[in-house]
Each structure stands twice: as structure tokens, then as C-alpha cells.
């Protein structure tokens, strides 16, 4: 199985940098890293997030088979309701 690595970041925090560069004309053409430089791995996450909120550790082990044929009857009942799918296969890709 392949670790899956990500990094977290604030939607205010992208809002107000984004903010920022729109209205300062010195930012044009620049890039700019918002995200903590800090990686980790989704089980990383919840253990820091369980360490942080001081919860405790509930976690019930699912089969990622579970995961995926949540994502087909998600995107099925998209297919027929006409709506976007809020679960799909490509999303269970990348979190699994």
C-alpha cells in the first residue's frame, strides 16, 4: 500500500493571501508557499487532531472495500438525482 502524504492549510489563510497579492502590485508573477512545511501521513493527522482536541482515541478499523462501494452508490444515486456527487471513486483513490 502506498503512503499518502498531505499538508494542511486554512482556507482564511489562502483567502487572505490571495487578498494580499491582488491588492499589492510588488506580488505580480511571484509564488508564494502558504502551507506549513510540516507533511504527514492521514493517520498522522488524526493522532495530532486526537493530541490537539485531547479526545479520545475511538477508532473503528473499515475495509477500504467499504469506502469504494460508498463511492459507487454515491455516484450512482448522482447519476440519478442529476446532482454532483459529493463522494466519489477519484476522492477514495486519494484518501485510501
Given at each position: 500500500?502506498?503512503k499518502?502524504f498531505?499538508q494542511?492549510?486554512?482556507?482564511?489563510d489562502v483567502?487572505?493571501?490571495?487578498t494580499?497579492?491582488?491588492?499589492n502590485?510588488?506580488?505580480?508573477?511571484n509564488?508564494?508557499?502558504?502551507a506549513?512545511?510540516?507533511?504527514?501521513t492521514?493517520?498522522?493527522?488524526?493522532q495530532?487532531y486526537i493530541?490537539f482536541c485531547?479526545r479520545?482515541?475511538?477508532?473503528?478499523p473499515?475495509?477500504?472495500f467499504?469506502?469504494?462501494?460508498?463511492a459507487?452508490?454515491a455516484?450512482?444515486?448522482?447519476y440519478?438525482?442529476k446532482k454532483?456527487?459529493v463522494?466519489?471513486?477519484?476522492?477514495?483513490?486519494?484518501?485510501?
Open positions: 500500500m502506498t499518502r498531505l494542511l492549510i486554512y482556507v482564511k483567502a487572505n493571501a490571495v494580499s497579492c491582488l491588492e502590485k510588488k506580488t505580480d508573477n509564488t508564494y508557499y502558504l506549513n512545511s510540516a507533511v504527514c492521514w493517520s498522522e493527522n488524526r495530532n493530541l485531547r479520545k482515541d475511538n477508532s473503528l473499515v475495509a477500504d467499504v469506502f469504494k462501494f460508498a459507487m452508490a455516484g450512482s444515486l448522482s440519478i438525482t454532483p456527487a463522494l466519489n471513486r477519484q476522492k477514495i483513490v486519494e484518501m485510501l
